[in-house]
Each structure stands twice: as C-alpha cells, then as structure tokens.
C-alpha cells in the first residue's frame, strides 16, 4: 500500500498502541487466583498462549516493515529546496533551533553590563563587555529563524504529500 510519511506514523502509533493493549490484556488473563475450594475453571479467564504470541509477532512484523520503509524513504528522498535527504533535516532541524536558541542570548544582551562585586568591605564595580557585533548577531538570528522555519515547512510538506510503499 502507498502511504505519506504522517500517514505512516499514524499507522505505527495504531499498531503500538494495539501490541500494548494485547500486552497488557495477556498480563491480566494469563494467571489468576481462585480459592481453595472454588472451581478454578468457573474462574479461568479466557487465554491463549499460542494465540496471543502470534498476534505479538505479527504486529512486531508490521511495526518493523513500516519503520524499515519510512527509513528507506527518508534515508533515499530528497526535500525540495534544501538538497538534503528527509533523515538529514531531521538532524539539520534539531541544529537550527540549537543555533536560533543561542543566538536568541546572545542577542538579548546589552553592550555593557554593570556587575557589582563585594570583596571583604570593599565594593568593586565591575562590567561585562560583549566580545561580538550584536548587529551581527541580529541578522544571523533572523537568517537562522527563517531558515528554521523554512525548513520545518518544507519537511512538513513531504511529510504530507510524498508516498512510498510498504508492503504489509
């Protein structure tokens, strides 16, 4: 079947959530307390050891062919505009708001910063000079900024509209 990568991921979650429940329905069914005394069959929770670990390999199974294809696809598809593979952005991304954070800093600071030190009684006025050109640092923020969200757009876009296939 054809999917787009946010398809795909919806699939994975549909899956994951459904391998957890079985687990969690095999936890509550496999074992159970009964009584001395008490018919331990009248009390036997419906359970079926073979049944269940087939359900398990098989969501396994999907889970893997699904995550081997989105890999494939962002490992081989290039995003429009930034000549980089999907798996590439999905580092790059993480990096630009790195850079952007830093700069957002380092451009909130002022010139000249007084600090006032108290060493024993005596008060030693101190300042903190900026060793960088914050007009500098402005423009490469906004440069930075634009690129972010550029980039999240257009890998928003693939992940919305770009198929591939995945054998389930």
Do not use: C, W
Not at 53 to 59: C, F, G, K, P, R
Not at 84 to 110: F, G, N, W, Y
């Amino acid at each position: 079947m054809t999917y787009t990568s946010a398809e795909a991921a919806k699939l994975l979650r549909k899956l994951n959530d459904n391998y957890q429940a079985l687990i969690d329905k095999e936890e509550l069914s496999r074992e159970f307390h009964a009584a001395v005394g008490e018919d331990v069959e009248s009390v036997r929770p419906a359970y079926d050891y073979s049944a269940v670990q087939a359900q398990l390999d098989t969501i396994q199974a999907q889970v893997r062919r699904i995550k081997h294809a989105i890999n494939v696809f962002n490992t081989t598809h290039i995003v429009p505009g930034f000549d980089m593979t999907v798996d590439e952005m999905l580092v790059h991304i993480p990096q630009l708001t790195k850079k952007k954070e830093k700069l957002s800093v380092m451009r909130a600071q002022l010139p000249k910063t007084r600090v006032v030190a108290y060493h024993g009684t005596s008060n030693i006025i101190d300042y903190i000079y900026l060793n960088y050109d914050l007009e500098a640092v402005e423009a490469d923020y906004e440069r930075v900024s634009d690129e972010l969200s550029r980039a999240q757009l257009a890998l928003d876009k693939v992940n919305q509209t770009e198929t591939f296939e995945i054998d389930l």
